[in-house]
């Protein structure tokens, strides 16, 4: 009753002005303003079909309004309906271009519809021209950051994820997509540093368990603190091939050939890799099983053609056959 009581009243009241406003033009702007009140009160009443009649009406009196335009933006981009979206987007743009709440629901938008280069771009906007009323606004960073990622663009990636942690110090998601940005560009070492403060907030992250032994699996390191990390990890998720991937690497690299390839077996049960299929080479090839080593080198090639080097290690391996064959 009383929500009913507050559309009337305030009807009333702004068709009064309008009425008694001598000027056509604040007429028709009493109008607009009239119908954008009765669309927050659809609004807030969680009538969205009455809200965006509303809306529309406001905007379709008053054209130079911009809170009319974005929130039917954001109706129309909850329905999917993204063009249309996009459009009312346009015209707060026209009308506000530095309207940063426009930016940042048109990079969504753009987002939605994998467009993610002009995603980033509408982020980036909001972030150099300091448009954002909070500029260390979390969220804009997190989606640059996982726009970068997703776009391999991992050095940028990991400036937005410096700025996370900075706003954040506590947020592993960030230490680890930092890590893994690192280990894209093979920078092991910044890679592990970031894996190790994932692992100080959050001891059971098995991602980063995973990440931090795989890392010294391929440095020569710490090897007997990797393995305790890769069992940890595979512990954690039992069904995890990358994992036992690890686990195997290392325990190839500590020597133990038979436990190395149980678990290599096992990740395969799971994925079909070419850094697994890789692993599989080396690790037959360390126990005097050509065939099988060139068999599963073989297939990484299958799955990766790009891999000198595993095409070299078969190569090799033929070239070392033909001598004894003669």
């Not at 702007?29 to 969205?48: P, Y």
């Not at 809200?51 to 379709?60: D, H, L, P, V, W």
């Not at 959050?202 to 980063?208: L, R």
Request: aromatic share 10%; with cysteine.
């Amino acid at each position: 009753m009383l929500k009913l009581v507050v559309s009337v009243i305030a009807f009333a009241y702004v068709c009064a002005l309008s009425v008694y406003a001598g000027d056509e033009y604040v007429q028709t702007r009493s109008k607009a303003l009239a119908h954008f009140i009765m669309a927050e009160i659809h609004d807030f009443n969680g009538n969205s079909t009455d809200a965006i009649t509303e809306y529309e009406r406001s905007s379709a009196l008053d054209r130079a309004q911009p809170l009319p335009h974005l929130h039917l933006a954001s109706y129309y981009a909850r329905a999917g309906l993204l063009t249309k979206a996009q459009e009312q987007l346009k015209d707060v743009a026209a009308i506000e271009p530095n309207n940063a709440q426009a930016h940042y629901l048109m990079a969504l938008v753009y987002s939605s519809q994998k467009k993610y280069d002009l995603a980033a771009k509408e982020y980036e906007l909001i972030i150099s021209s300091k448009l954002d009323s909070t500029p260390e606004n979390l969220d804009i960073h997190t989606n640059l950051a996982q726009l970068y990622f997703s776009q391999k663009k991992y050095s940028k990636a990991i400036e937005e994820f410096q700025q996370i942690v900075i706003i954040e110090p506590n947020n592993t998601s960030a230490y680890y997509l930092m890590g893994s940005s690192f280990l894209e560009i093979n920078d092991q070492q910044n890679a592990k540093e970031q894996f190790k403060k994932v692992l100080k907030l959050e001891p059971g992250n098995d991602g980063a368990l995973n990440s931090l032994a795989y890392i010294y699996s391929q440095l020569g390191e710490n090897l007997d603190e990797a393995l305790v990390l890769a069992k940890k990890a595979v512990e954690i998720d039992a069904t995890n091939g990358a994992y036992y991937d690890t686990l195997g690497w290392v325990l190839h690299q500590k020597g133990l050939q038979t436990d190395s390839l149980l678990a290599l077996q096992k990740a395969e049960m799971y994925i079909k890799d070419p850094v697994l299929y890789d692993h599989m080479g080396d690790v037959y090839k360390s126990i005097g099983e050509f065939a099988l080593a060139r068999k599963y080198w073989r297939k990484s090639i299958e799955l990766d053609p790009k891999q000198s080097s595993v095409q070299e290690k078969i190569s090799s391996l033929e070239k070392i056959q033909a001598l004894k064959e003669q």
